[in-house]
């Protein structure tokens, strides 16, 4: 099924150990975005990419990194883990109309 | 200042009966889009509704409609007949257009939870 996949889909690390997210979609969008979602907060931007060799800064960008080598794949990356990164990370792809296709998530505990 | 502002944590609603849960937006823009998003208890984000900011009816999508009020910058959506189903946490979201027409930070409110009661 056409969409985005999310990989790992729980993950649990120890404080200061780095791990990569993998965000891949199928439906060649232009743009990709990572979201945390901590409960009471909704959805944050982390960074985001309007095309491939792209990316920007979104709201909470501190203790992350992204890479987009490729346009259906976009990378988030965690140097050294902090227990305040616990989250619900999602990716998502938009095309230029409205769509919005978000991946499944990840649940990430640092502990 | 909150670009979009959800005021009910939490809302309760009798099946087969209506409800309204709130969202007032903030925006310079002319050119903007509000969306609606639904989360169960899976986890999964599933789009609902969208109203365009130029679209001068109100969008519907079966049992949801959009009360899109642009003076008071509110975009509240309705939900009619509620269903067990319906019980999940709802968000609501805008798209700003940037100049150049590149659309991206679809900013999301911190959500209500709705619970539909038998």
């Known amino acids: 099924n056409a969409g985005v996949t999310q990989t790992p889909k729980f993950r649990v690390l120890k404080t200061g150990q780095s791990m990569t997210l993998l965000c891949a979609q199928d439906?060649?969008?232009?743009?990709m975005y990572w979201y945390r979602q901590d409960p009471g907060m909704g959805l944050r931007l982390i960074h985001y990419?309007?095309?491939?060799?792209?990316?920007a800064k979104g709201e909470v960008p501190d203790g992350y990194n992204v890479s987009r080598l490729k346009k259906q794949n976009f990378l988030l990356g965690l140097e050294s883990a902090a227990p305040s990164q616990t989250s619900v990370y999602f990716c998502?792809?938009?095309?230029?109309?409205?769509?919005?296709?978000f991946g499944s998530g990840t649940r990430l505990t640092v502990v | 200042a909150q670009k979009i502002t959800q005021t009910q944590p939490g809302m309760f609603v009798q099946e087969k009966e209506a409800v309204t849960l709130d969202c007032t937006y903030d925006?310079?823009?002319?050119?903007?889009?509000l969306f609606w998003y639904k989360q169960p208890s899976s986890g999964e984000m599933i789009f609902l509704i969208y109203?365009?900011?130029?679209?001068?009816q109100n969008a519907t999508e079966g049992r949801y409609s959009l009360n899109f009020q642009k003076a008071r910058k509110s975009a509240n959506l309705v939900i009619s007949a509620s269903q067990l189903g319906d019980s999940a946490m709802y968000f609501c979201?805008?798209?700003?257009?940037?100049?150049?027409?590149?659309?991206?930070?679809?900013?999301f409110g911190k959500g209500t939870l709705l619970t539909v009661n038998p």
């Open positions: 998502a792809s938009s095309s230029t109309r409205y769509g919005y296709t």
């Open positions: 439906m060649n969008h232009e743009y």
């Open positions: 990419s309007v095309g491939e060799g792209t990316t």
């Open positions: 925006t310079s823009d002319q050119s903007y889009g």
């Open positions: 109203q365009g900011s130029y679209d001068e």
């Open positions: 979201a805008m798209r700003e257009f940037q100049r150049g027409g590149s659309n991206y930070k679809l900013t």
